[in-house]
């Protein structure tokens, strides 16, 4: 069995799940406090798919700390395939609600009137930790594609 760095049940991959769980409550926390985030569909976007985002995450953390206190790999393939696939589709999901939120930002920037300077900072930190979190999910999702053909 060939362990790739970031699979699940490495530390690499516990280590890119906490990180994608903390990026991901830190752009849920900067849009839903104290800012009127549920005005534009963009904004209820990025908050639904960090909300779901932050038990995937934590749930496969909970695998790998599993995995690695016991020192046994993940050897199953189809539910590795599962991780696999859900890790794809929480990266898509991210990647455009991150996109939307941040479009969404630019056109408010334009018009200065319709968003305060810092209101407008805070969509625009929180759609920059969405597309953090997009770039951690799409790494665990390539490192569990790459195990995948070994296991089968």
């Known amino acids: 069995m060939v362990e790739v760095p970031g ?21 849920l926390l900067f849009m839903t406090i104290g800012v009127r985030f549920y005005q534009f569909t963009a904004f209820c976007y990025l908050v639904t798919i960090m909300s779901l985002a932050i038990p ?17 790999p993940f050897q199953k393939p189809r539910i590795l395939l599962a ?14 609600s991150a996109s939307s939120a941040a479009g969404v930002v630019d056109i408010l920037r334009s018009n200065e009137s319709s968003c305060p300077p810092t209101i407008c900072n805070r ?30």
């Open 7 to 27: 699979s699940v049940g490495t530390t690499a991959s516990l280590s890119l799940r906490l990180g994608q769980t903390v990026l991901a409550f830190g752009s």
């Open 56 to 72: 995937w995450n934590l749930m496969l953390a909970m695998v790998d700390i599993y995995c690695v206190i016991l020192q046994q």
């Open 83 to 96: 991780i696999s696939i859900g890790d794809w589709v929480v990266s898509v999901l991210v990647l455009a």
């Open 123 to 152: 969509y625009q930190f929180a759609a920059t930790l969405a597309f953090l979190t997009w770039f951690l999910s799409l790494s665990s999702s390539l490192f569990n594609l790459w195990l995948l053909p070994s296991l089968i």
